[in-house]
Structure formats: C-alpha cells, structure tokens
C-alpha cells in the first residue's frame, strides 16, 4: 500500500503545483492536501507561534508524514512532530541545505515579511548543521504579495524575476516561499536560484516511502 503524503497549505494555489510536480516526477504517489489560509494571515499578525493550537488540530491523527508548504509557519509545524508521532517536514529544509552547499554568500528574496526571519534562521540553522560559515541577506519583494492576494500571478512573479535580477553580491539566491518558484525561470540572474516545492517534495515522498 502507498502511505499518502498530506500537504498543509496557506493557499490553495499550491495545490496544482504540488500536483503537477507529482504527475512529472512521482507518478504513482498519493497526495492529500489541506489547505489553511487563516493560518498564514494569524501568524503574519500575531507572530508564528499564535497558530500552533490550530495547527495541532489540524495535524492530529495524520497517518503518514506531512509536509507543510508555508514557510512563515514551518518551523513551529516541525517543532510539533514529536506529539504528532509523525514526521512533519518543511518544504524549505532541502532547499535551505542546498543553499548552503552552493557558497557562503546567500540573498534570500521574500514576498512576505513574516517569511524572512525564519528562512534566515533556517538557513543559518543548516549552515551549522553543515559546518560552513554563511552570510545570508535577505530582500523584501516590494508591492509583490498584494498582487498574489489579488490573483496577479503573472504581475507576481514578474516583480520576484525582477529582484532575483537585481541581486548582484551573492553566490546563491533563494526564494523563500514555494508561490515564487516559477519566477526562476523568468529570470535572466546567471546566479544559482533555488526554489522550494521540487526538492521539498522529493524529501517528503522519501519519507513516506
């Protein structure tokens, strides 16, 4: 028997992209999605720890792993699988591993500002973890996310390309919400741009499996 993998989403956006990704690189593996906006919108006003009872409720009784696709709200999710007697995986994690590898300097690009604080953390965490001694310069995405909210998903990730190009000081730029993956491929930057939803899938399938 397939042990399904369940993906708590903040938007339900993300949804036909896990999917897509699903069908392209792990045919055969079986999905549940969840999808939470109200907990992105609780933790970017009261902080990322007001979301753990829901969070909580949300989560119990899961009968396989999880992987949790917003990465303001990951690391309090994570902190929660020793309860949950599940392993509750970050979409970012795999990503913010392979940033490390790839050079010192890392310029993290963010549409959200809640988002920001704990990919750095997560980074550094990684680098530790690692033993390599990163800089990490993290980049508010300007006048991005009213548009995502707004469902200008073009004009979106357009601005993300636009920023991703205006890095120049780095040896790798992350984007640090899975919503801003396609703007890599906009992007004219001959800089690495590493996004979340590919490797963060391919670890929680592994950990399914």
């Known amino acids: 028997m397939v042990t399904p993998l369940t993906l708590l989403h903040t938007s339900p956006v993300h949804v036909p992209v896990f999917d897509a990704l699903r069908d392209r690189e792990h045919p055969g593996a079986v999905l549940r999605h969840l999808v939470a906006p109200e907990l992105l919108d609780r933790a970017r006003a ?5 979301v753990v009872p829901a969070l909580r409720a949300l989560l119990a009784g899961s009968a396989g792993p999880v992987l949790v696709t917003c990465s303001t ?3 309090v999710a994570e902190s929660l699988a020793p309860e949950l007697g599940v392993p509750v995986l970050r979409v970012d994690r795999p990503m913010a591993a392979e940033a490390v590898r790839r050079g010192p300097r890392i310029a993290v690009l963010a ?8 990919t750095v953390a997560l980074l550094e965490e990684e680098a530790g973890r690692a033993g390599r001694p990163v800089s990490v310069t993290p980049h508010e995405v300007a006048d991005a996310w009213p548009r995502f909210e707004a469902g200008d998903t073009a004009g979106y990730l357009a601005l993300v390309a636009r920023a991703a190009d205006a890095v120049t000081e ?5 984007l640090a ?4 993956a396609e ?3 906009q992007a004219k930057s001959t800089l690495p741009i590493l996004s979340s939803p590919a490797p963060g899938l391919r670890a929680a399938l592994h950990a399914a499996r």
Do not use: R
């Open 46 to 50: 009261q902080g990322p720890d007001a």
């Open 73 to 75: 709200i990951g690391a």
């Open 111 to 118: 549409t959200v500002d809640s988002t920001l604080a704990p």
């Open 170 to 174: 780095a040896d790798v730029i992350v």
């Open 177 to 180: 919400q899975a919503s801003m």
């Open 183 to 185: 703007a890599a491929a």
